[in-house]
Structure formats: C-alpha cells, structure tokens
C-alpha cells in the first residue's frame, strides 16, 4: 500500500508599495493547471520554511525578498487529478507568508507561468482562481491597510 501524503508549500501573498497604492503581483499558471495565483511553492529536502520563502521569491520573481510576514495561517487542499512529478502527493499544505518587492522588475520564470500583473487588491481578488487563494489575500490586505 502507497502512502499517500500532502506536500508541504508556502503561500506568498507579494506586493509592491507604488506612490499610494499596495499592487499585488499575481501569475499566470500554465504547470499543472491554468489560472492566476500569487508566488508559491514547496519546500525541498532539508529546507527550512523562510528559506522557502526566499528561495521561491527569488526564483519566480528574480528578486531577493523584503517584509517578509509569516501571518501564522496555514490551510491544506487536495489535487483534483495526480502530477508525474509529485509521486504519492494527493495535495498541498500551506502556511501563508507576505513579502515586499524592491521595484516593478519581474523575471519570470517561464516553465511554471506565461505571464504576471501588478494590480490593486479588488483586481487581484477577481483574477485568483481558487478561493485559499482568495482568502490569503484578504488577511494580507487586511494586515497590510
């Protein structure tokens, strides 16, 4: 019998301070489904949750983060259907972090999205695909105001 788990992850509500405006970064999806998100991802073997962070900021925006906010708010979801590259995973926890971006230049990361906005928080809310993801934006805006 397979031992069926959930994959450990960060959630990284990202913004950027613009005049008086909070923008929020948000990514088109184009691995394993399509939609909007925020940065995101899993930890590796032997890394520690902020180094996630950092790690995971860096790859998917190029840029080393700022603020970084662990919000003590963790949730968990199932996949609806199995990855090749997550053997035995059947989903994701998360624990959700904030952090602030340096400036408006963003370097993609072209294998997991296709493109990236920095918009206002209504606009952000609309364009999120799942409602964790919905909900983890609301605290951050919330802490953030």
Known sequence: ??????RKAVFIVTY??????????????KLHWKGWEFPKGGLEPNETINQAVKREIKEETG??????????ISGKYKYKKQFADRKNMIGQTYKLFSVELKNKKI???????????????????????????????????????
Do not use: G, W
Request: proline share 4%; glycine share 0%; charged share 35%.
């Open 1 to 6: 019998m397979v031992n069926l788990k959930y």
């Open 63 to 72: 840029q080393s983060p700022t603020n970084i906010k662990d919000h003590k």
């Open 16 to 29: 950027l301070k613009d005049k008086n405006e909070i923008l929020y970064l948000m990514f088109k999806r």
């Open 107 to 145: 370097k993609l990361d072209k294998l997991e999205h296709s493109d990236y906005k920095l918009v206002p928080y209504k606009k952000a809310l609309k364009l999120s695909t799942y409602p964790n993801q919905r909900k983890c934006l609301r605290i951050v805006n919330k802490f953030l105001k």
